[in-house]
């Protein structure tokens, strides 16, 4: 018999198929074709993006030249834009307003053809330091409320270039997923004086059903009401409402089990597209200290379609147990944990 | 300068790329690559489907035989099933139910080859006659709170099989993405004592820059915050909360607009993939009289990819005034509007 599971943050059920679930071989995973032509986040095309807004660059290397490993610019063709202006206007029943907001790239390797997980921890942790960064200069705009971390990988995922990134979008309001995962929060708090997902990583631990790999500081698992199949949650244990103040030492740790766990996920499926969402409380917005941030990563392996997009509920025919004794038991093989530049002194901080 | 725009329903946000808007030959449409082996779907295959809950068909004509020309089948792999018990059960901090609810697929036509929209329109009469047929049988089990009937047309779109069908899941619970509809119209009601669709409708009717065609009775519009490219909504002009009181006056004006609109789509862009979803009052509850319900065909040009999925919000890159006036001005071509079937005594309600 299916299952109907809710998740603990927002009403949304999903649909469990618990009987003959989906193992990795029922999955084609689509191969992108490599693409031709000059790659304009490639090291030497540093003129084809605009200029670079930070950089983690060798020491005496130049703005807008080689010499970085991490390099975050705004993006070619912005979705929105600094430049607009605030304020809501109304068009008869209608709102809309000016498409405020900021539009960046963060590049996450110079080598065209590594994939992120491919790189060791050090360069992933230098990728969420330059995430931190970006998240702590954006909220200085008070006309942001909500700054948006992610990545696609993978056509099928939505990437549009190859070279390994990711993106961050500002936006001048909430996201609607956001405030519903926020008023979740808030019920629970008011209810229990506890937090939800510190429960859920309680249970989680105590289970161990459906924990993918773990740290001192992390935990990752394939959440109970997973919408797509092998999805995978990542979230510090301790709670922490706002990505922007994780602490040095929880960034090695972040590092760690998110490779890991996209290492898992590759190994076991052969490069799934997905799409990874980092969900952390609003900025410039009061009592959000309820929230708990978490990286959501969200393999496309099936296609939402006329029940997804008419309910906001999920079919998933892969139960996260499955799928997470499948990514549990994978072998992953390790790279040396020494890239070059990690040893050097480097200007981090631009 | 990109716009927002708001969703006159729901907290839902879109980017509308309102400068260089892409237009029909800006997107790749995707063609579906011909299946082979045996269609489960098609007349004389009837065996190959589980037993017939209606089928419209020729008088003496046998049941589970050829000689229908719409036909309803339980899903064969369902994602719900009838047999299930009602009742949420806890785990920890976890909820869940029994998979409940009711998986059928609608036949929409005889001929394998068939489009829907190639039908004409006494057949997509036909079609409504079922859909509204099984949603009055379906509500009539308390258990069900809401009758999702939706279309998924072409593979990106999530169609598995090509013999065209639509759907049916009914749910033991109401939809996150209606209720959010629901409160919205109430809401509006609430401050205004009028419906909030009905004064979009008048809007539109005024403005006519985003109406693309109607009848009496129907409207077809891009909705002012589209999520999709081409994304048009279908209503009925005077305020009706449930699509099951459709009255047989309207039937034939629905069909009208609805294959119109579908017919200027595939004129416009060669057959797009797309999701059809009806969204209608919830059933067996009470205090849904403010609700209007609709029909929204979501064309899938555009990838859903990380920003989407993490925020609820959309980045459209055709602005609903540029997809409307070139559906508006696209030509189509008529199809002879009788087909055999029509004027024999047939046996429509089984």
Redesign the interface.
Known sequence: ??????D?L????V?I?TERGKRPCDFKVPVDEKKEGRCPLCPGNEKETPPEIIAFREQGTRRDTPGWWVRVVPNKF????VE?KEG?RR???????????AHEVVVEAPDHDAYLVTQNNRQFEEVIWAWRQRHLDLRRDSRLK?I?I???FGQ????SLEHTHS?I?A???I??????ELQGMRRYTQATGRC?LC??LD?EMA?RQRVVTQTDKFLSFAP??SRFPFETWIVPREHQHDFGEIRPDQVPDMARVLRDTLLRLRESLGGPPY?????TAPVNETDTMHYHWHV?I?PRLT?????E?????Y?NPTPPELAASTLREQEVFCLPPVMEHAQREVTRYV
């Open positions: 018999m299916p299952e109907w599971r809710k603990p927002v009403e949304r059920w649909v198929a912005p979705a929105v834009r607009a809501v068009h008869g029943v209608y709102e809309l307003m000016d498409g405020l907001g909500y948006h992610f990545k696609n099928t995922a939505g990437a993106q979008i936006t001048p309001m996201p609607v997923d956001v405030r519903e939800i429960d859920v249970q289970e109970f009401a799409n990874l969402v980092l969900h959501e969200l296609i939402m379609a006329g029940f997009l008419g309910t906001g509920f079919i």
